[in-house]
T-cell receptor, first 114, second 111 residues
Framework: EPEVTQTPSHQVTQMGQEVILRCVPI?????FYWYRQILGQKVEFLVS????????KSEIFDDQFSVERPDGSNFTLKIRSTKLEDSAMYFC????????????FGSGTQLSVL | QKEVEQNSGPLSVPEGAIASLNCTYS??????FFWYRQYSGKSPELIMF????GDKEDGRFTAQLNKASQYVSLLIRDSQPSDSATYLC???????????FGKGTRLHILP
């Protein structure tokens, strides 16, 4: 069964450093997303991406964040200068179509900012 | 008012009984409704989706939607210890790409 894959599973970084989280969405999906979940809290939307551009972003997704689809398979989230409060589980998701499309999640990257 | 509300639980249900999980949403423009299961430390796993008023059954799971009351529920029949998890209600508006999650209800099935 096709699945969304994310690497790395864990990432430890120093405050102020840049990190890149990587995702390979399901191959025939066109809609891509990043969500995050701080320990004990709800899953929060960060950004959606379609047709090689951001289609929607939340207030969390400020100028420190960027997304890119550098080739036909990868989808990345970059945090330019990490803060302590960026520590969370980051989930990539992909969807098969728009308005009623279901989202399928990767296994996540646990980011720890020290 | 929160966009998607769920009772955080924990909800304790004896093995073999029916577990009933509830969710309300605030935006009447919402069109798609999902239930995800999340085990501790794992990612959300889609288990049910529903678009129309009424019931939708899939195996031991039944999703119920009442758009007039802005209410979604999930019934799990013949509950098993492996059903112990957090169940996330999620909602999508047609004009949006994203889905919005509730905080989730922790379900504990008692052996």
């Amino acid at each position: 069964e096709p699945e969304v894959t994310q690497t790395p599973s864990h990432q430890v970084t120093q405050m102020g450093q840049e990190v890149i989280l990587r995702c390979v969405p399901i191959s025939n999906h066109l809609y891509f997303y990043w969500y995050r979940q701080i320990l004990g809290q709800k899953v929060e939307f960060l950004v959606s991406f379609y047709n090689n551009e951001i289609s929607e972003k939340s207030e969390i997704f400020d100028d420190q964040f960027s997304v890119e689809r550098p080739d036909g398979s990868n989808f990345t989230l970059k945090i330019r200068s990490t803060k302590l409060e960026d520590s969370a589980m980051y989930f990539c998701a992909s969807g098969d179509r728009g308005p009623r499309g279901k989202l399928f999640f990767g296994s996540g990257t646990q980011l720890s900012v020290l | 008012q929160k966009e998607v509300e769920q009772n955080s639980g924990p909800l304790s249900v004896p093995e073999g009984a029916i577990a009933s999980l509830n969710c309300t949403y605030s935006d009447r423009g919402s069109q798609s409704f999902f239930w995800y299961r999340q085990y501790s430390g794992k990612s959300p796993e889609l288990i049910m989706f529903i678009y129309s008023n009424g019931d939708k059954e899939d195996g031991r799971f039944t999703a119920q939607l009442n758009k007039a009351s802005q209410y979604v529920s999930l019934l799990i029949r013949d509950s098993q210890p492996s059903d112990s998890a957090t169940y996330l209600c999620a909602v999508k508006k047609n004009r949006d790409d994203k889905i919005i999650f509730g905080k989730g209800t922790r379900l504990h099935i008692l052996p």
